[in-house]
C-alpha cells in the first residue's frame, strides 16, 4: 500500500481533524482534509479515494448526506467517526453504505487498525474488473475509456488514448513504430514518418503533467517504445 493510497479526512473541528491526519500520515497514506460537507463533495469529484474517514455532524450538508453521495460514486470505504453513538445513528449509517462506525471520543491506535484492516478487505474483495488496465499509478479504462493518472483524470485524443492501451496491454514488449502506427491508424507504414513520434511525446507530456514524479514510457533506441518500469 503505502504512498498511493490517498484518504480524505471529512471533519469541521480542527483539533480532531489534525489528530486524524497525522493517524493517516503515520501509516505513510496519503491524506486530505475537508471542513465541510460541500467541501467533502468537491474533493470527491477531483480524485478518487481509498477510503474516506466521515463526521456525521457537518456545517452545512450533514454526513449522511455526504454520505449519500460517496456511495453513488461506487465502492469506496467510509469509517463514520462521531459523537453520535445511538444504536439507530450506526444502524442506518451502516445500511446507507459505511463500511465501520467509530464512536468519539477514540482510540488512536484503534482508528489505524480499522483503517488498515478496511484496507486490506477491499483489497482482497474489490479485485479490479477485466477491463481495467494499470501501470504503475495509470488506471486506463477500456470500458469508459478514460485515464486516471494518480487519482487525476487525463484527457486524451483518441489516438493517445489507443497507443496507451496497446503499450498497457503488453507493458514489457517493445514496440515499433510500425507497431504502433498500423494497429493505432490502421494504415501501412512506409517508413520514416514522425507522426507516432509526435502523438508519443504529446502523450507523455499529458502522462507528466499529471504526475511529473514518474516516468511511464521508455523509448528503446532503434527498436520503438514500451512501458517503464
Not at 150 to 155: D, L, M, W
Request: proline share 4%; charged share 30%; net charge neutral.
Amino acid at each position: 500500500m503505502g504512498e498511493s493510497i490517498r484518504i480524505l479526512v471529512v471533519e469541521d473541528d480542527e483539533d480532531i481533524s489534525a489528530l486524524l491526519c497525522k493517524i493517516v500520515r503515520k501509516k505513510s497514506y496519503n491524506v486530505q482534509p475537508a471542513y465541510s460537507g460541500t467541501e467533502a463533495l468537491l474533493y470527491l469529484e477531483k480524485q478518487k479515494w481509498d477510503l474516506i474517514l466521515l463526521d456525521l455532524m457537518l456545517p452545512g450538508l450533514d454526513g449522511e448526506a455526504v454520505l449519500k453521495k460517496i456511495t453513488e460514486k461506487g465502492p469506496i470505504p467510509v469509517i463514520i467517526i462521531s459523537a453520535k453513538n445511538e444504536k439507530e445513528t450506526k444502524i442506518e449509517t451502516l445500511r446507507t453504505g459505511a463500511d465501520d462506525f467509530i464512536t468519539k471520543p477514540f482510540d488512536v491506535d484503534e482508528v489505524a487498525a480499522r483503517i488498515d484492516s478496511l484496507l486490506r478487505r477491499y483489497k482482497q474483495t474489490h479485485v479490479p474488473q477485466k477491463n481495467v488496465l494499470t501501470h504503475k499509478d495509470i488506471e486506463l479504462d477500456t470500458e469508459a475509456k478514460t485515464v486516471y493518472v494518480n487519482g487525476k483524470e487525463v484527457a486524451l485524443t483518441r489516438r493517445e488514448y489507443n497507443i496507451l492501451k496497446l503499450l498497457m496491454s503488453s507493458p514489457k514488449k517493445i514496440f515499433s513504430k510500425a507497431n504502433l502506427f498500423e494497429s493505432v491508424w490502421n494504415e501501412p507504414y512506409f517508413g520514416d514518418d514522425n507522426t507516432v513520434n509526435v502523438h508519443v511525446s504529446n502523450l507523455r507530456t499529458k502522462l507528466a503533467k499529471a504526475n511529473p514524479h514518474e516516468e511511464y514510457i521508455e523509448t528503446i533506441w532503434g527498436m520503438g517504445y514500451r512501458m517503464k518500469f
